[in-house]
């Protein structure tokens, strides 16, 4: 099955940018959708941002609209999380994961999960 690794996650101030990527083995990313989901403590997992490899189309959670952007980079079969104008309330551990059906906006609609990545914003 696929593996999957995020990085590119740290502390950053408010209104900083930070880039994460998830990077696959095993399998070739263009058999699934691939979604981002974040999970700070205490609450419960949510989903952030998700795309179709078929055609493309994206999706958004309306907290991150104008401000994240998912991206696939096919040759190096990674996608990518570039988030910009960070909140304090963005802070959490990020994961991707993978799923052989549509985007969809709970973890149970995924089939596979990287390790995740923490955000922390902060002052």
């Known amino acids: 099955q696929v593996q999957l690794v995020e990085s590119g996650g740290g502390l950053v101030q408010p209104g900083g940018s930070l880039r994460l990527s998830c990077a696959a083995s095993g399998s070739r990313l263009d058999y699934y959708a691939i979604g981002w989901f974040r999970q700070a403590p205490g609450k419960e997992r949510e989903g952030v941002s998700c795309?179709?490899?078929?055609?493309?189309?994206?999706y958004y959670v309306d907290s991150v609209k104008g401000r994240f952007t998912i991206s696939r980079d096919k040759i190096k079969n990674t996608v990518y999380l570039q988030m910009n104008s960070l909140k304090p309330e963005d802070t959490a551990l990020y994961y991707c994961a993978t799923t052989v059906y549509r985007c969809g906006w709970f973890s149970n609609d995924f089939e596979s999960w990287g390790q995740g990545t923490q955000v922390t914003v902060s002052s």
């Open positions: 795309i179709h490899i078929g055609d493309s189309s994206t």
